[in-house]
């Protein structure tokens, strides 16, 4: 079998709707800060269409915003800025599951680091400050609708740079002839469009450092947490006081990005990483769509209109929901990592052994169903949107997409097993038949 098979099955139903993602997801971002900006807002977000389309900014403005130069500038600094700092900080090394070719890539783990040394930065930012101000987060609240835009722009050329460099063959260790790139099986359709989309090179890489690993973890996810800290210091300067809601929103979120980040090599083990190409899908994905959609939860609950007090009580309900959930989700994963490594052997758990050498547990979290560990997954979700009350649907947009997103996944990741494991597979669905909320589905 060639190492690089032609894509025959395309995803997302193919090139349309490559098409549709790469310019609706955009358009939705854009949409969701015009109506939770101060200055396009309407009172409370009210989703009346006439009023919101006399907000909509024209063509040219929306031009003058795309390439507003410092922020521009703010975001180059942002985004190398880290990749310096993912260069210089120490990590220990592990190597990826095999890949086509039998050989495994060498990840450099630095998410503690990397975490520690954020959290220095901005601990030393605000002890310098005077009542709390920080320039940087009322820049970044300030010109949210600039960077929006600058960072889909840039995740866009990021993607174009990818594809474009999956087509320069490999240099051979011993620097004579050439050796082929690994590409995804799922962008090898020949269609520059749809591959650009899906992404083409599987692992891009400049020399050791990986790109996908980074994106995925590093400028998006940590954006995320400044964005969220940003509409706190907003808050606190613009009213004097701060929510419990947003604090909480902070809290919850902040904890959940930290678990990815110091967890990293779970990572690596994830379909993102093993089996998606990185093409305008993930890099867009994790560098706009992730910190732009994910903060919309803070963003709401910043502007004066929707300040919310949740109380105790609230706050109790919805703290528990998120440890059920965040228990589910943690204890789940662990305990499937676990297993394939061999760590559970002296529990005797139920397993199916496959022509493969990989075991399918079918006891524990994973007798439940067949992806237990999504629905902790959704129900962190939930944690984050209810705290901003029930004024609107559109704070619920998170739990919606990411419950769509879970169904795509979980189909997309059946039909990845039953191909691989074949009759075991299909042994498989009869012992454990819940696909993910045992009893239900
Ligand atoms: P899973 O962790 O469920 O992994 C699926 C893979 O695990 C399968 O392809 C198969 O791989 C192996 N597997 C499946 N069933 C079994 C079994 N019974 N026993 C042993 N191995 C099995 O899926 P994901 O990688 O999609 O998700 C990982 C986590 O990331 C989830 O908790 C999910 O909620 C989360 N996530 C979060 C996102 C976000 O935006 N917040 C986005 C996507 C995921 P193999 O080929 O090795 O057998």
Same mark, same amino acid.
């Given at each position: 079998?060639?190492?690089?098979?032609?894509t025959?099955?395309?995803?997302?139903f &193919?090139? +349309?709707? *490559?098409?549709?993602?790469?310019l609706g997801?955009?358009?939705?971002?854009t949409?969701?800060e015009?109506?939770?900006?101060?200055?396009?807002?309407v009172?409370?977000?009210?989703?009346?269409?006439?009023?919101?389309?006399?907000?909509? +900014?024209?063509?040219?403005?929306?031009?003058?915003?795309a390439?507003?130069s410092?922020?521009?500038?703010?975001y180059?600094t942002?985004?190398?800025?880290?990749?310096?700092?993912?260069?210089?900080?120490?990590?220990?090394?592990?190597?990826?599951?095999?890949?086509r070719?039998? $050989?495994?890539?060498?990840?450099? /783990?630095?998410g503690?680091?990397?975490? &520690?040394?954020?959290?220095?930065?901005?601990? *030393?930012?605000?002890? *310098?400050?005077?009542?709390?101000?920080?320039?940087?987060l009322?820049?970044?609240? *300030?010109?949210?609708?600039?960077?929006?835009?600058?960072?889909?722009?840039?995740s866009?050329? !990021?993607?174009?740079?990818?594809?474009?460099?999956?087509? @320069?063959?490999l %240099?051979?260790?011993?620097?004579?002839?050439?050796?082929e790139?690994?590409?995804?099986?799922n962008?090898?359709?020949g269609? +520059?469009i749809y591959?650009?989309f /899906? &992404? %083409?090179?599987?692992n891009?890489?400049?020399?050791?450092?990986?790109?996908?690993?980074?994106?995925?973890?590093?400028?998006?996810?940590?954006?995320?947490?400044l964005?969220?800290?940003?509409?706190?210091?907003h808050?606190?300067?613009?009213?004097?006081?701060?929510?419990?809601?947003? @604090? !909480?929103?902070n809290?919850?979120q902040a904890?959940?990005?930290f678990?990815?980040?110091l967890n990293?090599e779970?990572?690596?083990?994830m379909?993102?990483?093993t $089996?998606?190409?990185?093409?305008?899908?993930?890099?867009?994905g994790?560098?706009?769509?992730?910190?732009?959609s994910?903060?919309?939860?803070?963003r709401?609950?910043?502007? +004066?209109?929707?300040?919310?007090? !949740?109380?105790r009580l609230? /706050?109790?309900?919805?703290v528990?929901?998120?440890?059920?959930?965040y228990? /589910?989700?943690?204890?789940?994963?662990?305990q499937?990592?676990?297993?394939?490594q061999?760590?559970?052997?002296?529990?005797?758990?139920d397993?199916?052994?496959t022509?493969?050498g990989?075991?399918?547990?079918?006891? &524990?979290w994973?007798g439940?169903?067949?992806? @237990?560990?999504y629905l902790?997954?959704?129900?962190?979700g939930?944690?984050w949107?209810?705290?901003?009350?029930?004024?609107?649907?559109?704070?619920?947009?998170y739990?919606?997409?990411?419950?769509? !997103?879970?169904l795509?996944r979980?189909?997309?990741?059946?039909?990845?097993?039953?191909?691989k494991y074949?009759?075991?597979?299909?042994?498989?669905?009869? %012992?454990?038949?819940y696909?993910?909320?045992?009893y239900l589905?």
């Amino acid at each position: 079998m060639s190492l690089n098979p032609k894509t025959v099955h395309r995803e997302f139903f &193919g090139l +349309p709707g *490559a098409i549709g993602i790469t310019l609706g997801l955009p358009t939705l971002i854009t949409f969701f800060e015009l109506v939770t900006n101060e200055k396009y807002s309407v009172q409370g977000i009210n989703l009346d269409l006439d009023t919101i389309a006399n907000q909509i +900014p024209s063509f040219a403005e929306l031009k003058q915003y795309a390439f507003d130069s410092n922020c521009w500038k703010a975001y180059l600094t942002w985004f190398f800025g880290l990749v310096v700092l993912d260069f210089i900080l120490p990590g220990k090394r592990l190597q990826g599951v095999a890949l086509r070719d039998g $050989t495994k890539l060498t990840y450099k /783990i630095n998410g503690l680091a990397m975490s &520690g040394c954020l959290l220095g930065l901005i601990a *030393a930012r605000v002890y *310098a400050s005077e009542d709390y101000y920080l320039p940087e987060l009322a820049f970044l609240y *300030a010109n949210k609708l600039s960077l929006i835009l600058v960072s889909t722009l840039f995740s866009f050329f !990021l993607a174009v740079f990818v594809y474009v460099c999956a087509f @320069i063959p490999l %240099r051979t260790a011993n620097g004579k002839g050439t050796s082929e790139r690994i590409l995804s099986i799922n962008g090898n359709s020949g269609n +520059p469009i749809y591959d650009w989309f /899906i &992404g %083409r090179e599987l692992n891009p890489r400049i020399g050791s450092w990986d790109i996908k690993l980074f994106c995925e973890l590093r400028p998006g996810m940590l954006l995320w947490l400044l964005i969220n800290l940003s509409c706190l210091h907003h808050q606190y300067h613009t009213t004097g006081t701060v929510t419990d809601s947003l @604090i !909480l929103v902070n809290a919850l979120q902040a904890f959940y990005i930290f678990d990815g980040v110091l967890n990293e090599e779970g990572c690596l083990t994830m379909m993102d990483i093993t $089996t998606d190409g990185f093409g305008f899908m993930l890099s867009f994905g994790d560098l706009a769509w992730l910190p732009w959609s994910y903060s919309l939860q803070a963003r709401y609950l910043a502007l +004066p209109e929707n300040k919310l007090v !949740l109380g105790r009580l609230a /706050i109790s309900a919805i703290v528990t929901l998120h440890f059920v959930g965040y228990y /589910i989700f943690h204890s789940s994963n662990k305990q499937k990592s676990d297993f394939r490594q061999g760590k559970l052997d002296h529990l005797n758990f139920d397993s199916i052994k496959t022509h493969t050498g990989s075991k399918l547990l079918c006891d &524990g979290w994973w007798g439940l169903s067949q992806h @237990i560990n999504y629905l902790g997954d959704w129900f962190i979700g939930w944690s984050w949107c209810l705290p901003t009350g029930f004024q609107t649907p559109l704070t619920y947009f998170y739990v919606i997409y990411f419950g769509t !997103l879970l169904l795509h996944r979980q189909v997309r990741d059946e039909d990845k097993c039953r191909q691989k494991y074949g009759k075991y597979w299909v042994e498989y669905e009869k %012992r454990v038949p819940y696909k993910i909320i045992p009893y239900l589905y």
